[in-house]
């Protein structure tokens, strides 16, 4: 399928850039596009703490900026004692690249849970939504 491994390692590195000295929680994330690329995120917060960006939105962002928009698989790391779960408004952002994109969520134990995006965001808000709305302007 893919290098789970190379994507969780690139995770893991992240993750030590984590800026967390609020909830102390570090969270890494790396993309995989369609072209073998990674781009990795970390969170980043911030003292006014809704402007807190997480993990996995800063390792999209990332390749979107860099021109991959392909998104194939995101794997993101935490320490708990159970693999993590994207919140919902990373399942958004994520599913507007690739609304069947792999999840891969793991601890440090090694711990994985592997999902498809679309089981973590069921009948998802898409591009396609904005299509019909222009062509009924029209
Ligand atoms: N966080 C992530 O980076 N990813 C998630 O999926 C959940 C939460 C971050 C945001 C915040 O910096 C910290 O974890 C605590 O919520």
Do not use: H
């Not at 929680?25 to 596009?33: D, H, K, N, S, Y």
Request: with cysteine; net charge neutral.
């Amino acid at each position: 399928m893919f290098d789970v491994k190379r994507l969780l390692e690139a995770a893991l590195k992240a993750r030590t850039y984590a800026y967390a000295p609020y909830s102390q929680f570090a969270v890494g994330a790396a993309v995989l596009t369609s072209s073998g690329e990674i781009f990795s995120g970390c969170n980043v917060e911030n003292a006014s703490y809704g402007l807190t960006v997480c993990a996995e939105r800063v390792a999209a962002f990332a390749a979107v900026a860099s021109g991959s928009r392909e998104l194939v698989a995101i794997a993101l790391v935490a320490d708990l004692p159970y693999p993590p779960l994207p919140c919902g408004a990373c399942r958004q952002v994520l599913s507007e690249f690739n609304p069947t994109m792999w999840v891969v969520c793991a601890n440090l134990e090694g711990q994985q849970r592997c999902f498809r995006l679309d089981e973590l965001l069921p009948e998802a808000f898409g591009p396609d939504f904005q299509r019909v709305q222009k062509n009924k302007q029209a």
